[in-house]
């Protein structure tokens, strides 16, 4: 644990220093930025359209603070499915966000959409535990999957592509990730608005079901 420490350390200093760093999730290799050339050079790096946007790494302070959810009911089925598998969910953005009111209007805009923004959540304990880190100084920490666009995840450090790897300012090597699977899923994203999947990944059917009998349950 104190080498996971140590690596969250280090990659905060250098998220503040303007750096992109490239590190395992728990469902694939991906690249987090803090600061707006940072966030600028991930879309460079994976020839991502600048109309997507990244997602937010997110606990339930960061959720609380930048996103808006439907209801009490809402907020507590997040709260226990976030504990068993990673998901992303999409919810109106909290017009007094402290943490989006520090973002530069370019960050901003890149972390939001439409005013919603999609938090990622149980992402692994590194990218969780930076995350923390940038939460105490009031910073987010804003990323994207570190493959080439419309590729795949990777799930090892060998798979993400040489120009990604020599692109960024800090690699954190780790094993392969705890949620590989043939297709290749990255996280299950849920549009918290309308209460629709936006992409079916990692325990999709797990998490739609568990959602559909909490509202249900109304």
């Known amino acids: 644990m104190s080498q996971d420490r140590d690596h969250a350390s280090n990659a905060y200093r250098t998220l503040c220093d303007g750096g992109v760093v490239l590190l395992p999730t728990d469902v694939g290799y991906g690249l ?10 991930i879309y460079e790096l994976k020839g991502r359209p600048r109309s997507k946007p990244c997602v937010t790494v997110a606990n339930a302070a960061i959720l609380d603070d930048v996103a808006v959810l439907p209801d009490q009911r809402a907020r507590s089925w997040l709260d226990g499915i976030r504990t068993r598998t990673p998901i992303a969910v999409v ?26 923004i999609a938090t990622f959540l149980n992402a692994g304990a590194l990218v969780s535990a ?35 790897q020599q692109g960024v300012d800090l690699v954190i090597p780790g094993g392969p990730v705890r949620y590989q699977n043939p297709g290749r899923l990255a996280t299950t994203v849920l549009d918290m608005t309308s209460g629709e999947f936006i992409r079916a990944g990692i325990e999709h059917a797990m998490i739609e079901a568990s959602w559909r009998a909490s509202r249900a349950a109304a």
Request: hydrophobic share 40%.
């Open 91 to 116: 919810n109106p953005v909290r017009r007094q966000s402290m943490l989006l009111e520090r973002l530069s209007p370019y960050a901003r805009v890149q972390a939001t959409s439409h005013g919603t």
């Open 130 to 164: 930076i995350a923390e880190l940038a939460l105490a100084d009031g910073r987010l920490v804003l990323g994207s999957s570190a493959n080439l666009a419309f590729a795949g995840n990777n799930y090892t450090l060998d798979e993400v592509p040489d120009s990604i």
């Open 32 to 41: 987090v930025a803090c600061t707006e050339p940072a966030i600028a050079r």
